[in-house]
Structure formats: structure tokens, C-alpha cells
């Protein structure tokens, strides 16, 4: 295990870059280090990867060091924390995949103790979006652009992945697709699951698979958010009907909960007073508002529905233009809120 493990850290050191674009993509790179805020791919600068050096000793190319933390090592410890992996066989599945290696025999034998995460859970997710990077000149902001949406700015909530897992079940073989990646959040913040959203490599639409949206991990009362919300939050079904409406209102904090019926059981910040409920011109869509505006009076929530003139706000924003979109929703506001939040000049 151990000439395994050294073979490989060497391997992955000789594409010290690659490998960082690639699990650390939060960071980028400076002079002969790539800069990050930690090895589990969050945004910032405190820990440095060598991009160059020997093979061995203190200047070696791999080696990282958090100046935050004191925490050091190589690029297979990269792999294990930035995907969450826990025993030392996943990290070398996942190193050889990358290198394009066939896998070892026998297989490495467990270093660590806890089991890997399940298929489709909350870790899974945390792992998947943790992997994935800025959406900037991705196929992911290419595919929005195309429908219109062009307000992205702010929208840490999304991400991309150029090689997301597809398989249209148990039995049917593994893909692989761009995606964007959507954070689902609970009312604190912290990640509970995942919406994907596979693409053609292009950007230009979906993939053409049969599935091409999925959520995964704890779905129930949270959401996709953007912005924080505190007195005043708009809450919808879809990802792009939500992006739609912050293209005309930016400021103000917005929620998607992926489905009508996680529409209609989303959780209330404390200090939320005015709700407007974004909904799609269909049965599941005003069965929603309905619930949803009885949730949210029985706790002195005041709530309104924002309807589209065609089936949801990012038809309107495609077919009707940002104007007409404008214009339709600004007598559905209450009248502070159009001083407010409508962007005029959008």
C-alpha cells in the first residue's frame, strides 16, 4: 500500500496544476503556487500548493500547507478531503481516474474508519458541490445566458462540474455530463443536499439524456437560496424562474425549492414579514401558493403570489423581454418594495 500510495502522490505532483484546477477549482493560481482557502475546496487564500519542485523533501511539487491551520500534505490528501472520502482505496480509485491509471490488485487496504457516503445523501452532496467550481465562463453560465438569465452576479449557490456521475438506473451504465450544481441550504446555511442539472458540453441546452435534473440529499423545508433573507423573500419552484425574477429584482433574497410541493413545505426565516410566492401557471403550482400562503398567515406572515403572463417567470423573460417583465411586476408588489427592490433600469 504504501509504494501505491508514494507512486501515485508522485504521479499526481508531476500535474501538481491540473489536479488543482480540478479538486481545488475555488483557487487559482500565483507565481509557482495555486491559493485557496483550505483543502476542502473553499474559497480563500490561507493554504498554498507547490505547482513545482522535486520529488521529495520540503520543496517538493504537491506538497500543501495551510498558514491557518498549520495542516500540510500531499495531493492524495487533496482528493480524500475535497471529495470526503474515507478510506484510502477510494482516494486511489479516484487518483487513478484522474491519471487515466488502471486501477491497482490487490486493492489497498482501509486507512480510515468511516464508511464512505451513501449514493444520493446529504454527504454526497456536500462532497459533489464541494468538487465543483465558480460557474464563470462555464457551460453552466453559457447555458443561463441562453434563457436569458444574465443577473448572476452573487449566485454563490451555483456551481459547475465539468464530469458529473449520470446513470438512469441501477442497471445502465455510468456517464458522464457538465452540470451545474445547485447548493440546497437550510435556514443556517449549511449545505443538506443537491440539484444537478446536466448539460451538452456546448452550454447551448440540457443533455440529451432522459433525465436531466435531479436533487439529491435533505430536500424537505430547504432550498436553493440567493441572498439572505431577512423581512422581505421571494420563494419559487425552479432554479431559472427564480434566476428570471432576480433579473429584474437583484436585491432582492430569493429562494427556489425545486418542486411544487417543496415549495409549499419551505421553512420561514424568523424574521420574514412579507412573502411573495413565485409561482408557475399550472394546477401543482397554484396548489402550492395556496398551502403556502396558509402556512405563512398562521404565523402572521403577510404573503403574496407573483404570477407570470405564460407558464413561468423565465418564459416571460425569453419570449416577453426584461421590460414586459418589469412592467408586469411591479403592480403585484407591495408599493414599498418596488422602491425597493425593482431594479428600473434593468
Not at 84 to 106: H, K, M, N, Q, T
Not at 251 to 267: D, E, F, G, K, T
Not at 326 to 337: F, H, M, T
Request: proline share 5%; hydrophobic share 40%.
Amino acid at each position: 500500500m504504501a509504494r501505491d500510495a508514494s507512486d501515485l502522490a508522485h504521479r499526481l505532483a508531476r500535474e501538481a496544476e491540473a489536479v488543482c484546477r480540478y479538486y481545488l477549482s475555488n483557487g487559482r493560481r500565483q507565481g509557482n503556487y495555486w491559493l485557496v482557502g483550505n483543502v476542502r475546496n473553499t474559497p480563500g487564500r490561507s493554504m498554498f500548493v507547490r505547482l513545482k519542485g522535486g520529488e521529495s523533501g520540503k520543496g517538493a511539487a504537491g506538497k500543501w500547507t495551510d498558514a491557518a491551520t498549520s495542516d500540510h500534505g500531499d495531493l492524495l490528501d487533496v482528493i480524500r478531503e475535497s471529495c470526503g472520502f474515507a478510506d484510502f482505496r477510494d482516494v486511489a480509485i479516484e487518483a487513478r481516474r484522474f491519471l487515466s491509471l488502471p486501477r491497482s490488485e490487490p486493492e489497498p487496504e482501509r486507512r480510515y474508519s468511516r464508511a464512505p457516503a451513501p449514493s444520493g445523501s446529504t454527504a454526497s452532496a456536500r462532497r459533489l458541490f464541494a468538487m465543483s467550481r465558480s460557474i464563470s465562463g462555464t457551460p453552466a453560465e453559457t447555458y443561463l445566458r441562453k434563457r436569458g438569465i444574465t443577473a448572476l452576479l452573487g449566485a454563490t449557490s451555483l456551481r459547475f462540474h465539468p464530469r458529473c456521475f449520470y446513470r438512469l438506473g441501477d442497471d445502465a451504465p455510468t456517464e458522464n455530463w457538465p452540470a451545474m450544481i445547485a447548493a440546497v441550504t437550510d435556514l443556517g446555511g449549511t449545505v443538506t443536499g443537491a440539484h444537478r442539472t446536466w448539460l451538452d458540453p456546448s452550454g447551448e441546452d440540457k443533455a440529451p439524456i432522459e433525465s436531466p435534473r435531479r436533487a439529491m440529499g435533505d430536500l424537505l423545508g430547504n432550498a436553493v437560496r440567493f441572498g439572505g433573507a431577512e423581512d422581505v423573500m421571494a420563494a419559487g419552484e425552479g432554479i431559472e424562474t427564480v434566476l428570471s425574477l432576480r433579473c429584474v429584482m437583484p436585491a432582492m433574497p430569493m429562494v427556489a425549492a425545486l418542486s411544487a410541493a417543496h415549495l409549499s413545505a419551505i421553512l420561514f426565516p424568523s424574521r420574514l414579514r412579507r412573502l411573495y410566492i413565485v409561482r408557475d401557471n399550472d394546477a401543482a403550482g397554484e396548489s402550492a401558493a395556496a398551502s403556502l400562503i396558509d402556512r405563512a398567515q398562521a404565523v402572521g406572515i403577510e404573503a403574496t403570489v407573483l404570477s407570470p403572463t405564460l407558464d413561468d417567470f423565465n418564459e416571460d423573460l425569453r419570449w416577453l423581454g426584461v421590460h414586459e417583465l418589469r412592467a408586469a411586476i411591479a403592480p403585484q408588489l407591495a408599493w414599498e418594495d418596488v422602491a425597493r427592490f425593482l431594479e428600473l433600469s434593468a
